[in-house]
């Protein structure tokens, strides 16, 4: 059984045009450290939710009466964590985390409750939820350790591309379709911004692809209305070395279907 | 050179009368074979990466000055508009391309290597840009399948991930940056005129004191004089000059010359080094040569020009490219349209020099 909590310490974003970001518990805090009051420690996805902040704050002060914000729901994905619900408000309103929202779901019904909030975008630190919120049609991203080091002050996306996927392979057609929609509407916010200075940066790292590959990558991205800022092709060389100057906040590939940190 | 040539002239070492007859043989069959249609990227560890930026290998001056005069929406603007349109050759493209004739030869020879020199595009440029230069790539027919667009991003991270071993950029600044992380590199100038250079030779010239080698010497000069400077490399003929930023780059294509000779190609290796230096024969030139010796490095030919100008010898010698440390030599060397490059190293970058001089003997030394 879902219930959904709003944060009272926290505004409430507009249903239509915010872009809801969905957290699972085990991201946000660290589950297994727990203090004398009952407060969570947090988690990997601190610097993300730090930065998911910074654009919200540089998006109102071009245009106070902003729509197109991010929308934080914290979500959890096990019946165990479903029932801390008192821990975990007020671990969240302890910390301060601009969390607009709390979904109290359990391994059964998460999806389910994805869907419910509209999210477009499932964030995770375990392989198997993203996978299952992909095949049902949310995007996902993985968060891992190295998340933990991404700088806060400007949102790196990196889009990674690689030949051996194919495109119809892992996802379905609606994956695809909301992957295209929640990059549509990333695109429109990065827009919003000039050149230099930008809270939101766009990455394209074509692996495995020619430059061709990497060329038409940018071309369909452009179709969608995003404009990417920087572009890595590889060659066939490995992507570690690269991965770790981007220091990306996540990664979504192709299909947004199985990702690594 | 005709095999004919190459049979009156004494070479040391292996019999290439022998190995060059086999050798036609099975290159007349491997010839005949169609090429791969599809070459992929050499692995970088096993590579010789050469990093250019698009300003050295493509000619962006126009671009350049929009960017200059009306800003970077502009400068974007212009370049998204002409997306189909290819840019021309820049100071750069002769070179990439002999790399190319290198590396068609030594996949005749050696099919199995990935011992190749490989070209990673390393610029500034947003990927707005990008299209556009891949555009421009393709309709050259380069084979460049690795690049790097930073948007803005220092690009000396990337340089290093790619195990570069050679970085040629049209910015100073990039390029100390990229000698201050140990990587050779060069700021590339575009000559008026470009003279005509060879397809099938790569030729590569180098400067001595403070490219090859140490500005160990060059201070003694700055510092004492030219007596004390000849005084001074005479005494220590033997003791081995300090290694240059260039030094590894010079190895690394005495490393491909090697496996050309052991196919028989000495004499018309499609490899070709230059060392051009203002040290002179009768006297510091020794210590130039026994270090080069002593280090394992052999170099082609060796010109001593003791304080003469470079311009000239380089006009007859047509390299691909030139590395200097002053740049009154470099901008000698573009005068008579070869392509040279300044590699910021060492006390000439902090000392000025002594230009228009005419006297040899005050005259600097390279």
Redesign the interface.
């Known amino acids: 059984m879902v219930s959904t909590v709003q944060n009272s310490d926290v505004k409430q974003k507009n249903e239509d045009q915010a872009v809801v970001v969905a957290v699972t518990f085990a991201a946000v805090f660290d589950a297994e450290a727990e203090d004398d009051r009952d407060v969570y420690r947090l988690g990997v996805a601190l610097p993300l939710l730090q930065v998911l902040q910074r654009v919200n704050e540089r998006l109102l002060e071009e245009n106070p009466v902003e729509h197109q914000l991010f929308d934080i729901i914290l979500i959890t994905t096990e019946t165990r964590q479903q029932q801390q619900s008192s821990s975990i408000i007020t671990s969240t309103r302890h910390h301060g985390l601009e969390v607009g929202r709390f979904c109290f779901s359990s391994e059964d019904d998460f999806i389910e409750s994805l869907a419910q909030n509209n999210v477009q975008l499932f964030l995770t630190t375990d392989g198997n939820e993203a996978l299952r919120a992909t095949q049902q049609g949310v995007p996902s991203a993985l968060l891992d350790k190295n998340s933990a080091s991404c700088p806060s002050d400007q949102l790196r996306v990196v889009l990674c591309q690689d030949a051996t996927i194919q495109p119809d392979a892992d996802s379905s057609g609606a994956s695809k379709k909301s992957a295209q929609s929640f990059l549509t509407r990333l695109g429109q916010i990065r827009q919003k911004f000039g050149m230099f200075n930008s809270p939101l940066c766009f990455t394209i790292v074509t692996s495995c692809g020619g430059k061709d590959s990497c060329c038409s990558a940018l071309k369909s991205l452009r179709s969608l209305g995003v404009s990417v800022d920087e572009a890595y092709c590889l060659g066939g060389a490995p992507r570690g070395p690269i991965l770790s100057i981007l220091r990306p906040h996540f990664l979504l590939s192709d299909g947004f279907s199985q990702l690594e940190g | 050179m005709s095999l004919n040539n190459s049979q009156t002239l004494t070479i040391s070492g292996q019999d290439v009368v022998k190995n060059g007859s086999q050798h036609s043989l099975e290159d007349a069959n491997t010839l005949l074979k169609p090429s791969t249609p599809s070459k ?2 050499p ?2 560890e096993n590579s010789i990466t050469i990093a250019v930026s698009s300003r050295v290998l493509f000619n962006m001056e126009k671009e350049q000055q929009i960017f200059e005069q009306q800003g ?2 502009e400068y ?1 603007k212009y370049q998204v508009e002409h997306e189909t349109e290819p840019f021309s050759p820049g100071p750069a493209f002769s070179f990439v391309k002999a790399l190319e004739a290198v590396n068609t030869q030594l996949r005749d020879l050696y099919p199995e290597s990935e011992e190749l020199f490989d070209v990673v595009l390393i610029t500034n440029n ?3 840009v ?2 556009r230069l ?2 421009t ?2 309709h050259h027919q380069l084979f ?10 220092s690009p000396i ?2 340089l290093k ?2 195990n570069t071993n050679l970085y040629l950029s049209s910015d100073p600044v990039k390029v100390h940056e990229a000698l201050g992380e140990g990587i050779a590199a060069a700021t590339m100038f575009t000559p008026d005129k470009m003279t005509e250079v060879s397809e099938t030779q790569l030729r590569v010239a180098f400067d001595g004191d403070a490219v090859l080698f140490s500005d160990e010497s060059e201070q003694i000069y700055k510092a004492h004089g030219l007596d004390k400077f000849f005084e001074h490399e005479k005494a220590h003929e033997n003791k081995p000059l300090d290694h240059g930023p260039l030094k590894g780059f010079l190895e690394v294509l005495g490393k491909l010359q090697k496996k050309f000779y052991a196919k028989g190609q000495r004499m018309d290796c499609p490899i070709r080094t230059y060392l051009v230096t203002a040290r002179s024969a009768a006297s510091s030139g020794a210590r130039a040569l026994k270090t080069l010796r002593l280090w394992g490095l052999e170099i082609d030919e060796a010109l001593f020009l003791a304080g003469a100008p470079k311009g000239p010898i380089l006009e007859k010698i047509r390299p691909h490219i030139f590395f200097d440390d002053q740049m009154f030599h470099v901008e000698g060397a573009a005068e008579m349209g070869t392509v040279a490059c300044h590699v910021p190293y060492g006390i000439a970058q902090r000392v000025p020099e002594k230009k228009g001089l005419k006297d040899k003997e005050v005259s600097s030394i390279k």
């Not at chain 2, 460049?144 to 991003?153: L, Q, S």
């Open positions: 992929k990227p692995k970088p970077m929406e974007i947003h990927a707005y990008g299209l891949i555009n790539i393709n460049i399948e690795r690049f790097c667009m930073t948007g803005g991003n991270g990337y991930a790619y």
